[in-house]
């Protein structure tokens, strides 16, 4: 089991060595493409224009590269930080009750992060479904801290009354789907947008009234 691999201490930082960055570009494109059986490392090293021999310099498994482009996504990459350690302005309309930025801001943002990184949604669920044990684990990492993290909100709203009793983790299943599908829907299956062609604010606005009216007393 790879644990804490949202731990982004200063020891755990990889180096900028350009080749290695090549590879993992290179691995995160192949994943992407072919998922993490269907990628070979003598794969990895002809796109990236490098020996077989130097990818096994630099990591020591195809497991190992792989959780390293895992903390790179979370540890290196600014791009994908968490939604609520950016300057969305999130924690502060928390700390204001307004409940409809909160749900506003999170959704947009989210949306904007799965749209900006397609091959990361698409390595994501090529390894879901080769049950890769690392995207479990980073997965599962990273939703049990949203869940926590709107969870005490929740909590906290329905204790001042704003809010009728609810399982908070409904609450951030159903605006995940909701996030999800939509996203999905522009990357994977209607890349066209003929089915619905709106804005990531607009997408976002219409999400956070959706869930609120249902929540909200």
């Known amino acids: 089991m790879i644990k804490n691999l949202f731990s982004c201490d200063k020891s755990s930082r990889m180096t900028g060595d350009e080749r290695r960055e090549q590879i993992l570009r290179t691995a995160i494109e192949l994943f992407s493409r072919n998922g993490f059986s269907g990628t070979t490392t003598k794969k990895i090293a002809k796109e990236a224009g ?14 190992e590269l792989y959780k390293a482009i895992l903390h790179s996504k979370v540890c290196e ?9 950016d300057n969305s302005g999130l924690v502060e309309a928390m700390e204001r009750n307004d409940d409809f930025q909160v749900f506003y801001l999170f959704a947009k943002r989210s949306l904007e992060k799965q749209q900006a990184d397609i091959e990361f949604i698409r390595l994501l669920f090529y390894s879901g479904l ?3 044990e690392l995207t479990e684990q980073f997965v599962y990492e990273f939703m049990s801290k949203l869940y926590a993290f709107f969870g005490d909100y929740i909590d906290k709203r329905k204790k001042m009354g704003a809010m009728r009793e609810v399982n908070p983790r409904i609450v951030v299943r ?10 999905l829907n522009n990357i994977l299956w209607d890349k066209k947008r003929q089915l619905l062609d709106i804005s990531n604010h607009e997408a976002a606005e219409n999400f956070a009234n ?8």
């Open 50 to 63: 490098v020996s077989e021999a130097m990818v096994f310099r630099h990591f020591v498994s195809k497991d």
């Open 77 to 85: 990459d600014g791009e994908n930080q968490l939604p609520w350690e």
């Open 130 to 132: 080769e049950q890769n």
């Open 174 to 183: 159903a605006l995940m789907g909701m996030l999800i599908h939509h996203s």
């Open 210 to 217: 959706l869930l609120l009216k249902g929540i909200t007393k």
